[in-house]
T-cell receptor
Framework: DAGVIQSPRHEVTEMGQEVTLRCKPISGHDYLFWYRQTMMRGLELLIYFNNNVPIDDSGMPEDRFSAKMPNASFSTLKIQPSEPRDSAVYFC????????????FGQGTRLTVV | DAKTTQPTSMDCAEGRAANLPCNHSTISGNEYVYWYRQIHSQGPQYIIHGLKNNETNEMASLIITEDRKSSTLILPHATLRDTAVYYCIVKDLFGNEKLTFGTGTRLTIIP
């Protein structure tokens, strides 16, 4: 397996524009996570899914952020409208099942909002 | 999940063993200790995890004290590629699946 695949790797957009980040988890993994990393706040969980259903979205900053998982092999994180403070590296991760298995992270999408 | 405390930074000479401590004094019976690391510009990478017994894999060893209030990650023969931020995370086996990352320890391997 190629691991968790994220696209794009880099995104530069203007304030106010819609941004969509994409993630393909490892095949067969039941859990999918979206994390955000900034210098100020470190790595923080935004939302996670189990079997395509959102379980914990308490980390989603505000209504401008939304995440979907239409099927087991694809998820999106959308920001509309984007703001400069959304600039960060966004990581997607997946793990096999509940409990003591490890999470596998993608390479991240570096988002810059100007 | 229990909170963890780690030193901000550490140095280790190449070829020597790197010992990274973690304090988790409020850990409960169902909580595992996980270690991840993040090499610059990459996503976090799983290293090892354990409950109460010492664990070893191809990457590292994990030593958990008998009272489970602290642990040490050991990289037996550190190389320059081990330079990274190392995160110690406590996670409930039956609770929320999310990983709560602290600030970690920035380990620098010195040639």
């Amino acid at each position: 397996d190629a691991g968790v695949i994220q696209s794009p790797r880099h995104e530069v957009t203007e304030m106010g524009q819609e941004v969509t980040l994409r993630c393909k988890p490892i095949s067969g993994h039941d859990y999918l996570f979206w994390y955000r990393q900034t210098m100020m706040r470190g790595l923080e969980l935004l939302i996670y899914f189990n079997n395509n259903v959102p379980i914990d979205d308490s980390g989603m900053p505000e209504d401008r952020f939304s995440a979907k998982m239409p099927n087991a092999s694809f998820s999106t994180l959308k920001i509309q409208p984007s703001e400069p403070r959304d600039s960060a590296v966004y990581f997607c991760a997946s793990n096999l099942d509940r409990g003591k298995t490890e999470a596998f992270f993608g390479q991240g999408t570096r988002l810059t909002v100007v | 999940d229990a909170k963890t405390t780690q030193p901000t930074s550490m140095d280790c000479a190449e070829g020597r063993a790197a010992n990274l401590p973690c304090n988790h004094s409020t850990i409960s019976g169902n909580e595992y200790v996980y270690w991840y690391r993040q090499i610059h510009s990459q996503g976090p990478q799983y290293i090892i995890h354990g409950l109460k017994n010492n664990e070893t894999n191809e990457m590292a060893s994990l030593i958990i004290t008998e009272d489970r209030k602290s642990s040490t990650l050991i990289l037996p023969h550190a190389t320059l590629r081990d330079t990274a931020v190392y995160y110690c995370i406590v996670k409930d086996l039956f609770g929320n699946e999310k990983l709560t990352f602290g600030t970690g320890t920035r380990l620098t391997i010195i040639p």
